[in-house]
């Protein structure tokens, strides 16, 4: 057995590397992971739980528990309210699915709600459910967007004892139907399952959607189930506005997986990602690629299906539901072997068994890297996960320094629960749900935006008995994504809706004259109205380039909430008034990368919002020149904001940066109202820096390039850059000499 494992790995490898020699290139990197079954725990003879219960384990092949589904079991039986964090595979969902149905056998009034991200996992766990409980005689449903009118007046009439659904339907269904209230008024245990991915803007919706259901039932017992993170305590308490307790299971997936690290090279990250994918596909490997963008894998399926002609699709936030239902199941059914998806496969739905995990770069956090890696392997052959890397500068400092990146602890997750835009909504939702509130019952971070809604016409103060306007107030919980935090720019074809992004990114997608990709076929942009909320779009035939944005950011304001010295760096935390202007755009060839043209528009697209962030200035050293002074600064920022990355979990796009040449620098929440990335920067700062600093004193570069300083969102096209000035500015404070400021506001053009 062991032999046949090794000459499967060997395989893999030989395929692997006869596809990369191909291009000149080479495997950088080879880690072997390779676990067991996590610590078992007792027989179910020896469980004090119902016989009817134990049988239908037997049934369904379980005999003995893992210990740490025994430590779950005992937790939630002893009325804690916990959180269950372990690897992919590793038997979560048993853990709190045992207990919760002894206690439904023994209380028919009981009632149970699991949640889960997404509608496609909502059907995933029903199967694996119903074969637990056929025997039990305990009832379960689904209630979500996608149930019949007819089901779902059955289900009004007589609610099932365990319920499915998701974050959406639950926030609309307390806030809009005194119908769908009703059958929450008995609930016992409520399951926040894949509890990880409630992290930033999510997380924060999330929270108050929970303290909203809470307040229907006094006796709810929470339970979170995820995947392993740094802070489950922390992030257990902020959702469920409780103490947590918090059960242990294994951080791996069961099973042997061959990581292999290989650098891009001269190809563009796009181009050679796409061939290693296509390479694997034609190979008859089964192959699920992960990309950060939605733009990257429209990008990617299309250079596969032009250049390498191999059917690649696409799974992403923004295509309609049936469309990546059809995607799921081709899949599985073996019909296409290959997928290119951003996190929206990164969750446990059930695509069948996959021989190969590409990775097009580093994954946003660690946590994220490993929840994709588990999805490669079969039952009993090993799982090739490979990773892209190149011209970034973590990846450049995890390809020298690998060992560094899979002996990392488990990055955090964050939420900022006093977004004011996510508490407007949640307030007004409240309130459509009680009727009423008197104002001494409600909580702190209401208040804080009580005086807004009374202006913006959402509530009616009556002698601090507060009311919702019942018209407006529902247009608005109506109208507004929980997956984000600001309006929602609708893309048009033809007068027909084809999509949607979010503001602010809506800017950096769809500015007049953009590339934009969607459902593999690709788009110019024409029109964006961002008054009307309204892009509109014409179809391109086949081209060789993309578009990259040109634009400026501004800091209005900051008003302080927090301030403390960072070694000897002043830190101020706090509200961030940002204004955009997008100012124009370069166009660079597909294959390369290189600029092609760029082009200004006479007058600049600009949108204001309010966030979070972190102001803080370095000294102002003795520069050689005005440029090479800011250039020092600029350079700073971009690696600061690379460095915060791994420290606190953030995705490229998480957080922006604007460097002022008196030295100050803004790191920001690119999301509106913040998500909390921005406070983790605050609080882990030095950690940062000292990242930072390795990463422009190990490149051998002159003064800048892509693997220390360059940064794909760079505002102004990565120029006004220095490496050597950068470390200048590190080496200057490491060496603790006192920073003084001369101004306490940025002063001058800022760069972002």
Same mark, same amino acid.
């Given at each position: 057995?062991?032999?046949?494992?090794?000459?499967?790995?060997?395989?893999?490898?030989?395929?692997?590397?006869?596809?990369?020699?191909?291009? &000149?290139?080479?495997?950088?990197?080879?880690?072997?992971? @390779?676990?067991?079954?996590?610590?078992?725990?007792?027989?179910?003879?020896?469980?004090?739980?119902?016989? %009817?219960?134990?049988?239908?384990?037997? +049934?369904?092949?379980?005999?003995?528990?893992?210990?740490?589904?025994?430590?779950?079991? @005992?937790?939630?039986?002893?009325?804690?309210?916990?959180?269950?964090?372990?690897?992919?595979?590793?038997?979560?969902?048993?853990?709190?699915?045992?207990?919760?149905?002894?206690?439904?056998? !023994?209380?028919?009034?009981?009632?149970?709600?699991?949640?889960?991200? #997404?509608?496609?996992?909502?059907?995933?766990?029903?199967?694996?459910?119903?074969?637990?409980?056929?025997?039990?005689?305990?009832?379960?449903?689904?209630?979500?967007?996608?149930?019949?009118?007819?089901?779902?007046?059955?289900?009004?009439?007589?609610?099932?004892?365990?319920?499915?659904?998701?974050?959406?339907?639950?926030?609309?269904?307390?806030?809009?139907? $005194?119908?769908?209230?009703?059958?929450?008024?008995?609930?016992?245990?409520?399951?926040?399952?894949?509890?990880?991915?409630?992290?930033?803007?999510?997380?924060?919706?999330? %929270?108050?959607?929970?303290?909203?259901?809470?307040?229907?039932?006094?006796?709810?017992?929470?339970?979170?189930?995820?995947?392993?993170?740094?802070?489950? *305590?922390?992030?257990? *308490? =902020?959702?469920?506005?409780?103490?947590? =307790?918090?059960?242990?299971?294994? %951080?791996?997936? !069961?099973?042997?997986?061959?990581?292999?690290?290989?650098?891009?090279?001269?190809?563009?990250?796009?181009?050679?990602?796409?061939?290693?994918?296509?390479?694997?596909?034609?190979?008859?490997?089964?192959?699920?690629?992960?990309?950060?963008?939605?733009?990257?894998?429209?990008?990617?399926?299309?250079?596969?299906?032009?250049?390498?002609?191999?059917?690649?699709?696409?799974?992403?936030?923004?295509?309609?539901?049936?469309?990546?239902?059809?995607?799921?199941?081709?899949? =599985?059914?073996?019909?296409?072997?290959?997928?290119?998806?951003?996190? #929206?496969?990164?969750?446990?739905?059930?695509?069948?068994?996959?021989?190969?995990?590409?990775?097009? $770069?580093?994954?946003?956090?660690?946590?994220?890297?490993?929840?994709?890696?588990?999805?490669?392997?079969?039952?009993?052959?090993?799982?090739?996960?490979?990773?892209?890397?190149?011209? @970034?500068?973590?990846?450049?400092?995890?390809?020298?320094?690998?060992?560094?990146?899979?002996?990392?602890?488990?990055?955090?997750?964050?939420?900022?629960?006093?977004?004011?835009?996510?508490?407007?909504?949640?307030?007004?939702?409240?309130?459509?749900?009680?009727?009423?509130?008197?104002?001494?019952?409600?909580?702190?971070?209401?208040?804080?935006?009580? =005086?807004?809604?009374?202006?913006?016409?959402?509530?009616?103060?009556?002698?601090?008995?507060?009311?919702?306007?019942?018209?407006?107030?529902?247009?608005?919980?109506?109208?507004?994504?929980?997956?984000?935090?600001?309006?929602?720019?609708?893309?048009?074809?033809?007068?027909?809706?084809?999509?949607?992004?979010?503001?602010?990114?809506?800017?950096?997608?769809?500015?007049?004259?953009?590339?934009?990709?969607?459902?593999?076929?690709?788009?110019?942009?024409? %029109?964006?109205?961002?008054?009307?909320? &309204?892009?509109?779009?014409?179809?391109?035939?086949?081209?060789?380039?993309?578009?990259?944005?040109?634009?400026?950011?501004?800091?209005?304001?900051?008003?302080?909430?927090?301030?403390?010295?960072?070694?000897?760096?002043?830190?101020?935390?706090?509200?961030?008034?940002?204004?955009?202007?997008?100012?124009?755009?370069?166009?660079?060839?597909?294959?390369?990368?290189?600029?092609?043209?760029?082009?200004?528009?006479?007058?600049?697209?600009?949108?204001?919002?309010?966030?979070?962030?972190?102001?803080?200035?370095?000294?102002?050293?003795?520069?050689?020149?005005?440029?090479?002074?800011?250039?020092?600064?600029?350079?700073?920022?971009?690696?600061? /904001?690379?460095?915060?990355?791994?420290?606190?979990?953030?995705? @490229?796009?998480?957080?922006?940066?604007?460097?002022?040449? $008196?030295?100050?620098?803004?790191?920001?929440?690119?999301?509106?109202?913040?998500?909390?990335?921005?406070?983790?920067?605050?609080?882990?700062?030095?950690?940062?820096? +000292?990242?930072?600093?390795? /990463?422009?004193?190990?490149?051998?570069?002159?003064?800048?390039?892509?693997?220390?300083?360059?940064?794909?969102?760079?505002?102004?096209?990565?120029?006004?850059?220095?490496?050597?000035?950068?470390?200048?500015?590190?080496?200057?404070?490491?060496?603790?000499?006192?920073?003084?400021?001369?101004?306490?506001?940025?002063?001058?053009?800022?760069?972002?």
């Amino acid at each position: 057995m062991q032999q046949d494992r090794a000459e499967k790995v060997l395989d893999l490898l030989s395929t692997l590397n006869e596809i990369v020699e191909k291009q &000149k290139s080479k495997i950088s990197n080879i880690y072997k992971e @390779d676990y067991g079954y996590p610590e078992l725990g007792p027989s179910l003879n020896e469980l004090n739980i119902s016989e %009817k219960l134990k049988n239908a384990l037997i +049934n369904y092949g379980i005999i003995k528990l893992y210990k740490f589904q025994k430590d779950a079991l @005992d937790s939630i039986l002893n009325n804690n309210d916990t959180v269950i964090t372990a690897g992919t595979g590793t038997g979560k969902t048993e853990a709190f699915l045992i207990p919760i149905l002894d206690e439904l056998l !023994k209380n028919k009034e009981e009632r149970a709600l699991l949640i889960y991200p #997404t509608k496609s996992l909502e059907r995933d766990q029903i199967s694996r459910l119903s074969n637990i409980v056929k025997d039990l005689g305990i009832s379960y449903g689904i209630i979500d967007g996608d149930t019949p009118a007819k089901e779902r007046a059955k289900i009004y009439e007589n609610p099932p004892q365990i319920l499915i659904s998701n974050p959406d339907m639950i926030h609309l269904g307390l806030s809009l139907s $005194s119908d769908f209230r009703k059958i929450f008024r008995s609930i016992r245990f409520v399951v926040l399952d894949e509890m990880h991915v409630y992290k930033g803007i999510f997380g924060s919706h999330m %929270k108050w959607i929970l303290y909203r259901l809470s307040s229907l039932s006094k006796n709810i017992l929470f339970i979170g189930s995820g995947a392993t993170i740094g802070n489950p *305590e922390e992030m257990g *308490e =902020k959702l469920f506005g409780r103490k947590v =307790k918090v059960v242990y299971g294994p %951080k791996r997936r !069961k099973g042997l997986a061959i990581h292999v690290f290989i650098d891009h090279g001269y190809m563009s990250r796009w181009t050679f990602s796409s061939y290693i994918i296509s390479s694997l596909i034609k190979k008859n490997l089964k192959v699920l690629a992960f990309t950060d963008s939605q733009q990257m894998s429209e990008l990617i399926s299309r250079i596969s299906r032009k250049s390498y002609n191999t059917n690649v699709l696409v799974h992403r936030s923004g295509l309609s539901a049936e469309t990546r239902k059809n995607v799921e199941r081709e899949l =599985k059914e073996g019909i296409i072997n290959g997928v290119v998806a951003t996190s #929206t496969l990164e969750l446990g739905i059930d695509v069948g068994d996959l021989d190969a995990v590409v990775m097009t $770069s580093l994954p946003k956090s660690y946590s994220s890297y490993l929840q994709r890696a588990g999805r490669a392997g079969r039952r009993e052959n090993p799982g090739l996960v490979v990773t892209i890397m190149g011209d @970034d500068p973590i990846e450049s400092y995890y390809l020298n320094n690998p060992d560094k990146y899979f002996s990392q602890d488990p990055d955090p997750g964050f939420i900022e629960p006093k977004n004011k835009e996510i508490l407007k909504l949640h307030f007004v939702a409240y309130l459509l749900q009680k009727g009423f509130v008197k104002k001494d019952n409600l909580p702190e971070e209401f208040l804080d935006v009580l =005086k807004d809604l009374e202006n913006e016409n959402y509530i009616n103060n009556n002698n601090d008995v507060l009311y919702p306007n019942w018209k407006s107030g529902k247009a608005f919980v109506a109208n507004y994504s929980i997956r984000s935090s600001g309006p929602i720019i609708n893309i048009y074809y033809k007068n027909k809706r084809i999509g949607f992004r979010e503001m602010p990114q809506a800017l950096y997608d769809l500015y007049p004259n953009a590339i934009y990709y969607h459902s593999g076929e690709v788009y110019l942009s024409t %029109k964006l109205d961002i008054d009307s909320y &309204k892009a509109e779009v014409t179809k391109l035939n086949d081209i060789s380039f993309y578009t990259k944005p040109l634009y400026d950011i501004y800091v209005i304001e900051v008003i302080p909430r927090e301030k403390r010295i960072a070694g000897t760096i002043p830190l101020t935390y706090g509200d961030v008034h940002i204004s955009i202007e997008v100012t124009g755009y370069v166009i660079k060839d597909e294959y390369s990368g290189n600029t092609i043209s760029t082009s200004y528009y006479e007058t600049p697209i600009k949108w204001n919002y309010w966030t979070k962030g972190v102001l803080t200035r370095y000294p102002e050293i003795l520069f050689e020149s005005g440029e090479k002074k800011i250039s020092s600064y600029h350079a700073l920022e971009h690696v600061l /904001i690379s460095a915060s990355r791994p420290i606190i979990g953030a995705s @490229d796009t998480d957080l922006g940066g604007i460097s002022y040449p $008196s030295g100050h620098i803004v790191i920001y929440d690119s999301s509106i109202g913040g998500h909390g990335g921005s406070k983790l920067v605050f609080d882990r700062f030095e950690s940062i820096e +000292n990242l930072a600093f390795k /990463i422009v004193s190990s490149c051998s570069c002159e003064d800048g390039c892509p693997r220390c300083v360059f940064s794909p969102y760079c505002g102004n096209n990565n120029q006004f850059l220095s490496r050597k000035g950068a470390l200048s500015l590190l080496k200057y404070v490491f060496e603790n000499n006192e920073v003084k400021e001369k101004e306490e506001k940025p002063v001058g053009k800022p760069i972002a």
